[in-house]
């Protein structure tokens, strides 16, 4: 019997690689579909948004709003980048939805790790591992934002870097993640619009939750089985050692699949089924932000003068974010403790992990608009 059994073990590995495999493509379909779904009927009113904004602090929490509807930091920095090219944006305000965008960004990881909610260590770990960004992100606006409108000094090293770059050529980059899973994202929402008509976009957005759910808990079922020690020697050895290598990971990765929101949500599954630390995950996120500006920046180099200013902003301030914090023991440790503590709250008391999601990304910064209105 035992020749049965060990020719059993490695047919049911390829089986299990190939589950993986599958769930790990319809993971980064649930995760477009998600963002397509906002966007159906959140685009427009994010442009009418960052539009009609003047001051500096609603033009941040307008970021934030925007960039948690559409769930892409990219939509919405190169919707600024065009505004501020035509003449609707200034500069000066178009730096605060900037910054804004980099915390709206962070809600699609901390959405990533509701899918862990029903098994409390996985969840503990996976809401760490997802809002180690959002915390960092917070903390870096907490220095440069006032920084910024105190002495404009992105916007000024931005515009002297523009005038040695304008009239480069310009890259166009093409997704091989978007690529491959854009025609089943094309597929769902074409067969969701013509069934569901108005109520297309709310049926698409909640097929990506359902979709990004099952597929969470079987990429975590599958790599617990597969990998679990190998992964971590890879992990150690990568990233492990130096934040530097990490750093670099990310900013590759992303850089390649244009979009941090992929890569720090692939980095959840890997957290909450103890694959991946919450140290060796940090310094990936860090690296995600600075990779997801790379394709707009080359993008935007033979464009508008103004356009390339906001890009190289958005460079600027993630490099600045990371010098400032990372090097630093003590500052460092700020975004991994409050994420570490918040998991371990939202593990408890679950429903505190939803209070964030809604409050920090919604309804804070929509109060505070409206407020800002009335006033």
Do not use: W
């Not at 993640?177 to 698409?204: D, F, N, Q, W």
């Amino acid at each position: 019997m035992a020749p049965i059994s060990g020719a059993r073990k490695p047919f049911t590995t390829i089986l299990r690689f190939v589950g993986f495999v599958i769930f790990l493509y319809l993971f980064l379909v649930s995760v477009r579909l998600l963002g397509t779904g906002f966007k159906m009927f959140g685009a427009g009113f994010a442009e009418r948004l960052i539009s009609t904004t003047s001051n500096p602090f609603i033009g941040l929490f307008v970021g934030i709003l925007a960039t948690s509807l559409v769930q892409s930091s990219s939509t919405t920095t190169s919707t600024v980048v065009g505004f501020v090219a035509s003449g609707i944006l200034t500069i000066e305000n178009a730096v605060p939805i900037i910054m804004g965008a980099n915390i709206g960004t962070t809600v699609t990881s901390t959405i990533v790790s509701m899918g862990h909610v029903t098994r409390r260590e996985e969840f503990r770990r996976a809401m760490a591992a997802a809002t180690v960004h959002d915390f960092f992100n917070i903390l870096t606006v907490a220095v440069f934002f006032p920084l910024e409108l105190a002495t404009g000094f992105l916007r000024r090293v931005a515009q002297a870097i523009s005038t040695l770059m304008v009239g480069t050529e310009g890259v166009t980059f093409a997704s091989p993640v978007k690529r491959v899973v854009k025609p089943a994202v094309e597929l769902v929402v074409s067969l969701t619009t013509s069934i569901a008509g108005r109520h297309a976009a709310m049926i698409v957005a909640i097929f990506g939750v359902v979709l990004l759910l099952i597929s969470l808990y079987f990429i975590v079922k599958y790599a617990k089985n597969l990998a679990l020690k190998r992964a971590e020697i890879v992990l150690d050895r990568l990233m492990g050692r130096s934040g530097m290598t990490g750093m670099a990971v990310g900013c590759g990765v992303t850089a390649v699949i244009q979009s941090s929101s992929v890569t720090t949500s692939l980095m959840v599954p890997l957290a909450g089924a103890g694959i991946a630390r919450l140290d060796q995950i940090f310094p990936i996120t860090l690296g995600a932000n600075v990779g997801t500006t790379i394709t707009a920046l080359m993008a935007s180099l033979a464009g508008d003068a103004r356009g390339l200013i906001i890009a190289i902003v958005h460079l600027l301030f993630n490099i600045c974010g990371i010098l400032f914090i990372y090097p630093f023991r003590p500052l460092r440790r700020i975004p991994m403790f409050l994420a570490t503590r918040l998991g371990d709250v939202a593990a408890k008391k679950k429903r505190y992990a939803a209070l964030f999601i809604i409050g920090s990304f919604y309804a804070l910064p929509v109060m505070l608009i409206l407020l800002s209105k009335l006033l």
